[in-house]
C-alpha cells in the first residue's frame, strides 16, 4: 500500500488549480442513467471514488467515453438498463453508489441496491432516500442486505418533508421525481451547491426543476429527458483546504478555478482566524495576513454553514493557532478520527462528546501517522506540511478517493512529499 512521506517546513508559494467537485460528479454521473440519450461531462476529476461511480453505471448498461481525448469530458450513453442492481461490493466501497437508486426506479421501474452499512465515520443511515421514494409510491422491502424497490406503474410526485436537510436524499429525490408523474416538493431540501449543480445538468436534459440551493425544491415530472452537456462546479472543499495548506506553511497562494464564495462560512472562519483571503479573476489568493494565526471556534452545519469535510482540515489549522479553539461535529458521529493522529505530531486536542478543544501548539513534530477516511488524510497532510521533520502518512488510498493529484499539485508550489510504493 503507498505512503506519503512529507518533510514540512516549507511555505508553500505558487498557483494550484482547483479540480470539478467529486461531491457533483458522483451524482451527475447517476443522472446520465437518467435517458437513453447521451450526456457529456467536463471538468470530470480523476478521482478513485468516480472511477467506483463510472464501474457501477457501466455495469448497469453505460457506455462511458473519453470524449476528444480531453482527460476531463467524458460521454455516458445508457441506451438500455442492461441491470437494476448496485452490488455489496461497490456500494461498502463508496456509499454514493445509492445515489442510483433514484434514476433506475423512475427510469426502469425498479432497483436492488446493497445497503451501504456503518462506515468509519459513523452508521450513516439511509432512511430518507426510503422513505421519499416510498411517498412517491415505491414499494420497498430489505431482503438479505438490499434494498428491493419496485415502481411497476411508474412513480407518481409527492410532498416530502425531511426532518433534517441530507445531500445525498435530496439528490436522489430529486433525480427520481423528474421522471414521475406529476409534481413533487422537496420540504427542508438540503441546499448545497452541488445540489444546485445537478439541478442545472437536469434542466438542461429537460427537466422542471425550481428551487434547488433553497429549502423548498419543486419538481414537474415530464415524460422523458434528454441528452445535455454540463461542466462540472469547482470543488470548494478542495478549495478551502488549499486556502489552509497556504496558512498552516505560512506560504501564499493563488487557487484558481474556485470562486471565493464556494467556501461559504469557511471564509468567513479563515478571515477571523487570520487567513487573508483576496479575490482574483477566477479565484482568490491565500496568505496569513499577519503572520498569526487565532483560535477561531467552529461548528460544522448544513450548507451555507460550516462543511464538515473540511472540519478536520480546520482542526489542523488551529493546532498551530495562538490560544485556543472549540470544534463541533454536528453532521456526523465520530468523525474525529484524525484526533490521535495529529496528537501524534504534537496537537494538543482533548474530545468531550462532539466537541474537541484544540490548544495551539508553537510547532508540530513529523511521526508516522495512519490516515482514517477521505477528509481525515487531507488534515494529516496540512499539519505533516507545517510539521517540522518527516510525517509518513499510511493508508493513503483514502486520498485518492477525493483529491485530485494531491501529491503532484502540493509539490508544484514547494512541498517535499513524495508518494513511495
Ligand atoms: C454528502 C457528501 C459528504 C458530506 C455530507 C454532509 C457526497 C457524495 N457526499 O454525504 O462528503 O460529508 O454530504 O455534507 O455528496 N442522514 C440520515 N438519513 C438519511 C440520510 C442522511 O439520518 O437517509 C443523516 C446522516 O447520517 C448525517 C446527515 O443526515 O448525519 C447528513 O448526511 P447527508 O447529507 O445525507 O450526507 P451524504 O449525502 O451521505
Known amino acids: 500500500m503507498d505512503r506519503l512521506l512529507i ?32 450526456v457529456e461531462l467536463d471538468q470530470v476529476p480523476e478521482l478513485v471514488d468516480v472511477t467506483s461511480m463510472l464501474r457501477l453505471v457501466q455495469r448497469i448498461g453505460t457506455s462511458a467515453t473519453h470524449v476528444g481525448g480531453a482527460p476531463g469530458r467524458i460521454r455516458l450513453h445508457t441506451p438500455e438498463l442492461l441491470s437494476h442492481e448496485a452490488p455489496y461490493d461497490l456500494v461498502r466501497k463508496m456509499r454514493a453508489s445509492v445515489l442510483v437508486l433514484g434514476p433506475l426506479l423512475a427510469r426502469a421501474g425498479r432497483a436492488r441496491v446493497s445497503l451501504p452499512g456503518g462506515c468509519a465515520i459513523g452508521p450513516r443511515p439511509i432512511d430518507l432516500h426510503l422513505k421519499g421514494l416510498e411517498r412517491m409510491g415505491a414499494r420497498i422491502e430489505l431482503v438479505d442486505g438490499y434494498v428491493e424497490a419496485r415502481a411497476p406503474e411508474g412513480l407518481r410526485g409527492a410532498e416530502i418533508e425531511f426532518p433534517q436537510p441530507s445531500v445525498g436524499a435530496t439528490e436522489n429525490l430529486m433525480m427520481a421525481a423528474t421522471l414521475a408523474r406529476g409534481s413533487s416538493r422537496i420540504v427542508g431540501a438540503a441546499r448545497e451547491p452541488e445540489i444546485v449543480d445537478l439541478s442545472l445538468l437536469l434542466r438542461s436534459m429537460g427537466a422542471r426543476i425550481e428551487g434547488a440551493g433553497t429549502s423548498v425544491i419543486e419538481i414537474e415530472g415530464v415524460a422523458r429527458l ?11 472543499i478542495e478549495a478551502g483546504t488549499y486556502a489552509m495548506a497556504a496558512a498552516i506553511t505560512g506560504g501564499r497562494l493563488e487557487v484558481r478555478n474556485a470562486p471565493l464564495e464556494l467556501l461559504g462560512a469557511a471564509r468567513e472562519k479563515l478571515v477571523e482566524a487570520g487567513v ?23 461548528m460544522t452545519r448544513p450548507y451555507p454553514g460550516f462543511a464538515t469535510d473540511l472540519q478536520a482540515q480546520f482542526m489542523a489549522l488551529m493546532s498551530v493557532a495562538r490560544g485556543a479553539a472549540m470544534v463541533t461535529e454536528t453532521i456526523f458521529e465520530n468523525r474525529f478520527m484524525h484526533v490521535p493522529e495529529l496528537v501524534r505530531l504534537g496537537a ?36 505533516a506540511l507545517a510539521a517540522e521533520g518527516r510525517t509518513e502518512i499510511n493508508r493513503i488510498y483514502h486520498l485518492d478517493r477525493g483529491y485530485e493529484h494531491l501529491e503532484k499539485k502540493l509539490a508544484a508550489v514547494g512541498a517535499r512529499i513524495e508518494r513511495v510504493p
Not at 511555505?11 to 447521451?38: F, H
Open 348 to 383: 494538543r486536542i482533548t474530545v468531550h462528546g462532539g466537541s474537541a478543544l484544540v490548544r495551539g501548539v508553537e510547532r508540530l513534530k513529523g511521526a508516522p501517522v495512519m490516515a482514517t477516511d477521505l477528509r481525515a488524510s487531507v488534515s494529516l497532510v496540512l499539519a
Open 226 to 236: 434528454d441528452g445535455a452537456r454540463h461542466s462540472i462546479m469547482p470543488d470548494r
Open 276 to 298: 487573508e483571503l483576496v479575490e482574483t479573476a477566477d479565484g482568490f489568493l491565500a496568505r496569513r495576513a499577519n503572520g498569526i494565526l487565532e483560535g477561531v471556534d467552529v
Open 7 to 38: 518533510t514540512g517546513g516549507v511555505p508553500l508559494e505558487g498557483t494550484v488549480w482547483v479540480s470539478g467537485a467529486k461531491n457533483a460528479a458522483l451524482p451527475l454521473i447517476a443522472a446520465s442513467l437518467l435517458t437513453d440519450r447521451p
